[in-house]
């Protein structure tokens, strides 16, 4: 389940990404329209996508903040309990020989 939730934050980060990027052309595109409520506009959209590119980078810092800390975990784990961790790898391995053998 853990991991279906990385992916779906995967996700949500590289779609709001594409979602930045997208304004920011738009108003690179707009950029010679003048008027109040236009310059208004690009303004507020402006500082809520410098808000939304420091919260994406909170979010990636603490995903790798994580990873980091699951992988040291399992360094730890590894040197620990050397057979126990080679039961185990061995067991994830032949569980997946076995669900692609039988395709």
């Known amino acids: 389940m853990n991991g279906m939730n ?6 949500l980060m590289s779609d709001l ?18 008027g109040e409520a236009a310059v208004d506009i690009r303004s507020r959209i402006q500082t809520r996508m410098n808000h ?4 994406l980078l909170l979010l990636q810092e603490a995903a790798v903040a994580r990873a980091k800390a699951a992988g040291h975990a399992t360094d730890e784990f590894v040197h620990e309990n ?3 961790s080679i039961g185990i790898a061995a067991g994830v ?9 039988r395709r």
């Open 6 to 11: 990385a992916v779906h934050k995967d996700k």
């Open 17 to 34: 990404r594409v979602v930045i990027a997208d304004a920011e052309e738009l108003l690179r595109m707009t950029a010679d329209h003048a």
């Open 52 to 55: 939304a590119k420091a919260d």
């Open 82 to 84: 050397p057979w126990k």
């Open 93 to 101: 391995g032949m569980l997946l020989g076995l669900l692609v053998g």
